[in-house]
């Protein structure tokens, strides 16, 4: 994974909000909501807050650095996270918050940045005319979610160790032919699942189908479904996880729908198949 967490260019999904200082901290109240959000989503929580204060050298007059650091720990305190302070950890125009998450082996990564400036609407002259029609200088918010997006790939990798939830694989099942004369019904299966906005494959390779279930399974391929006469004839099949549960005499379009509720709803554990 050295290849994407050291990257000599990379993209971050940051984003400037722009706002008056009465909106400061609900505006940082809803970075916080959606950052828990969108990690909660990949499969991530219980951050690591750090509070990053000001280095020796900043570009800030002392009254807006206290401006900042105290509307950043106001959010923290409103918000109810805890929190540690990293002294000197912030960014020379501005203090800012850190989160930190765990991966599946209790690794760190900071992958969101919440920083607090006053210093930049100053030095681009920024105004807004405000309700009493005068000039007044608004507040920038820097924040990264994700952070850079390679790194973040890199993280996900790591922390799955490519055993992605259905959501997130590029290959959410796999057809396994019996013979050549069921490669074409796997194809028509693998279509009915695609229109149902699934990522299907047909492994048609001459090769056993125990050859092809180990590769599925070496692959990570979230499902395997093997295709053979007599599945054919009973319009059900026996649908593999990852894992190798096994469970037979599925109907198909019980198949497309719960795969199809499982990936849209971004749910993190495989669909009990047996339950159905």
Known sequence: MHGLLRIRGGTQDDSHIICRPDQLVDEILAVFDLTLEIHRTFGFSDPIVNLSTLPGQTILEPEMA????????????????PYTEAEGEGTFYGPK??????????????????????ALPERFDMEYTGEDNQRHR????????????????????????????????????????????????????????????????????KESV??????????KVPYTVVVGDRDLEAGTFTIRDRNGTETPGVPFDAIVAALSDESGSRRLQPTDFSAL
């Open 97 to 118: 918050v850190d989160f930190h998450f765990r991966d599946a082996i209790g690794r760190l990564w900071q992958l969101t940045t919440v920083q607090c400036d006053f």
């Open 66 to 81: 206290a401006r900042a650091t105290e509307t950043l720990v106001t959010a923290l305190e409103r918000y109810g996270l």
């Open 138 to 205: 608004p507040v920038m918010l820097h924040r990264a979610i994700l952070g850079t997006l390679e790194r973040f790939s890199a993280v996900l990798i790591e922390h799955y160790g490519g055993a992605f939830p259905l959501w997130l694989s590029p290959e959410q099942i796999r057809f396994v032919p019996v013979a050549d004369r069921h490669v074409e019904h796997c194809r028509t299966l693998a279509d009915r699942t695609r229109a149902a906005g699934l990522r299907p494959s047909v492994d048609d390779a």
């Open 210 to 219: 125990g050859k092809k279930i180990r590769a599925a399974q070496l692959m």
